[in-house]
């Protein structure tokens, strides 16, 4: 193979390689967006109901569960945990019931990670 050869067939490899990994960033960015949409824009999912006292707050997404984090205990991240899943987001539930302690600081990072994938916003 003379070097001429050698040249042109290394280009096309890092071209395919470079392709391969587009696709593959792609696909991600895609994932991201339908898991982002199901989790701001749950259709077809309950809320999560909040009950204090003789009041109770309905729950309808992850931006409005990032606004009310405050109303919650950790006592109640198993049940968050939950919810996220039935939304669609099971890594985020994973990750707060590994450590129920941290579920603030769980949701809010997942929000503001999906946050710029999802298409609805305003």
């Excluded at 280009?11 to 392709?19: I, W």
């Excluded at 749950?42 to 569960?65: D, F, H, Q, T, V």
């Excluded at 669609?88 to 999906?114: C, N, Q, S, V, Y």
Aim: net charge positive.
């Amino acid at each position: 193979m003379t070097a001429r050869e050698q040249k042109k067939r290394g280009t096309k490899v890092k071209e395919e390689k470079k392709e391969r990994i587009a696709t593959k960033i792609n696909k991600k960015k895609t994932e991201l967006s339908k898991l982002a949409t199901s989790l701001f824009n749950p259709a077809g999912k309950n809320p999560y109901y909040l009950n204090r006292g003789s009041s109770s707050i309905a729950i309808k997404n992850m931006a409005e569960l990032k606004d009310n984090l405050d109303v919650f205990t950790k006592e109640e991240a198993p049940w968050l945990a939950s919810w996220i899943e039935y939304l669609g987001d099971k890594e985020t539930a994973a990750r707060i019931r590994e450590t129920p302690g941290e579920f603030e600081e769980i949701i809010i990072e997942r929000h503001e990670e999906l946050q710029e994938f999802f298409s609805g916003r305003k």
